[in-house]
């Protein structure tokens, strides 16, 4: 089922383009011929490229003025006076997936003056598509989902990965808190779970860059969850450069208290290493 929404026909779109990107994705994944190093810790792999060329020719035949924003490609401005841009993630994970890991995701999401609108992260080896409007539920798999509800924070699970000098420090604070924590890998697939409760919050404080989080961190707050930066502010700014966004997404009751034990801890906004 899926709700009426303003924007049906761009979450029709950016959901079928998750699913067939995925295609590629998953038919490839144990088969990776080609991996090279984009930094000393991120790399991409030739299914980088062609989930990218599949998306973004599907994207420039049916939105034709729309700008896109990938990963790979960069930014494809716009014609004709479009406003719109499409962001797109091919594959986030690519680590995990070039060491057959089976944790990663494909995520596309529709910015439209100046905030995200649709989004959609699809994990391809579950058949798992998250999705969501600005007008709507978040979804999985059609079907309306909700943030945790649990009580007590120490009983959450959470996905969290500090950077940086204060990062273990602060690491540690939250850990004490909860009942335990995991990094994943992909932070796409991680924050867009937490719509569903799979994951009770989300933290990263840095090295998060806007095809990282526009689909998911929609996704993750129409799901219910209180999704801001580390800063406890606003969790999208499309002047933010390179991957220095922050998230923090969990239910609103322990959102404060993360926040604060954070704070505490000293934790600070890190780039990517």
Known sequence: MRA?????????????????????????????????YKSRRDVVTEVDFRSEALLIEAIQARFRTDAILSEEAGALPATDGGTRTWVVDPLDGTVNYANGIPYFCVSVALVDAGRPVVGAVHDPLRLDTYAATTDGPATLNGVPVSASSK??????????????STGLEAERAVAGAIRIQRRMGSAALSLASVAAGRF???IQNGGLSRWDVAAAGLIAERGGARVT??????????????ASL?????PDPHH??????????????????
């Open 4 to 36: 009426m929404t303003a924007w049906a026909a761009e979450l029709a779109a950016a959901i079928e383009l998750v699913e067939a990107a995925g295609v590629i994705v998953r038919d490839s994944y144990g088969r990776v011929e080609q991996v090279a």
């Open 151 to 164: 009580a007590s924070l120490s009983d959450c699970v959470l996905s969290l990965t500090m950077l940086g």
């Open 200 to 202: 009770d919050g989300f």
């Open 229 to 242: 930066n580390l800063a406890g502010s606003d969790w999208w700014d499309p002047q933010v450069p390179g």
């Open 246 to 250: 922050s998230v923090v997404a969990s």
């Open 256 to 273: 404060a208290t993360l926040l604060g034990l954070l704070h505490e801890a000293g934790a600070e906004v890190a780039r990517r290493p």
